[in-house]
């Protein structure tokens, strides 16, 4: 079952207009929320994000917070399993002609639900490896759009190369992987790129701040260079349904010599708990 535009319906059912700006420009914003036995992981903040998202491009949040509560509980509801990832799309909806600049449309409201399995402490302890590209995307990072073909090309490069993530640098500054925000550690300093238009500002990024805080080590919200992570003690990349993953080869070159810092496992545990909370 998904949800399209107010009803649940079977997927193979569900279709929109030729004239939707989300199939015609990819006019439309998105989030990915995790569930986690049963119970929405963090709405409110994926919510937050969703608004900030929908008032960057001018279109009206279409449902309160208690109605998307209501609605994703309910498309929850249909599936078995018990860890989900939700994902949702509102675009800007069908308009009579295709145009670039846009009146008021009734948004097209998208939503689907599929099992999601994090991967286990064990695999994710062997380490993954990425590779580095220079940050070829718009200054508007902030906005979750589902205008996403900078991140397609990455994404196909990363399959190419059989490596998990591409990992971005601007001006020589590292600002997020593809589908991911990333982390160096250096000497118990996490430092990662702070948040505004260069990077998506993540939600599970904020919970390794916090779990790091939690985890004594120190928070440096600055930008770091793509050189300083030959010295790195760790690197580590983070999203809602990858969780936190360490990065141990990096374009063919190891980091700290292949080992996973036990700030890693520390930073991991943490998360872990507030995913039971
Ligand atoms: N940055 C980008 C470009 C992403 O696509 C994602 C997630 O898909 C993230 C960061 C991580 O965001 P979150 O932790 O909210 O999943």
């Known amino acids: 079952m998904v949800f399209l535009n107010g009803t649940f319906i079977q997927k193979i059912k569900a279709s929109i207009s030729v004239m939707d700006r989300g199939f015609l420009f990819g006019d439309g914003v998105y989030e990915v929320i995790p569930v986690y036995q049963g119970k929405i992981f963090r709405l409110t903040e994926h919510l937050d994000r969703l608004q900030n998202s929908l008032d960057s491009i001018q279109i009206t949040n279409p449902y309160s917070h208690d109605e998307w509560h209501t609605i994703l509980t309910k498309l929850n509801s249909f599936s078995p399993e018990l860890d989900q990832s939700l994902y949702l799309q509102i675009t800007r909806g069908a308009d009579t002609q295709r145009k670039h600049n846009f009146d008021t449309l009734t948004p097209t409201v998208y939503i689907e639900a599929n099992p999601l399995t994090p991967k286990s402490k064990a695999q994710l302890k062997i380490g993954f490896s990425a590779m580095t590209r220079e940050d070829i995307r718009w200054h508007r990072c902030d906005i979750k759009s589902t205008s996403l073909l900078a991140n397609i090309?990455?994404?196909?490069?990363?399959?190419?190369?059989?490596?998990?993530?591409?990992?971005?640098?601007?001006n020589h500054e590292i600002t997020e992987g593809a589908t991911s925000n990333v982390f160096m550690l250096k000497d118990n300093t996490l430092f990662t790129h702070p948040t505004g238009p260069n990077i998506l500002s993540g939600i599970t990024r904020d919970l390794v701040i916090s779990s790091a805080k939690a985890c004594r080590l120190d928070i440096q919200e600055t930008p770091f260079l793509l050189d300083d992570i030959q010295h790195a003690d760790g690197l580590w990349i983070s999203s809602s349904t990858r969780e936190i993953m360490p990065i141990t080869l990096l374009d063919n070159r190891p980091i700290n010599q292949g080992v996973i810092h036990p700030a890693?496992?520390?930073?991991?545990?943490?998360?872990?708990?507030?995913?039971n909370d």
């Open 264 to 275: 890693w496992s520390c930073v991991h545990d943490h998360y872990q708990q507030l995913k």
């Open 153 to 170: 090309l990455y994404a196909q490069e990363a399959k190419q190369h059989q490596v998990e993530e591409i990992i971005l640098f601007r």
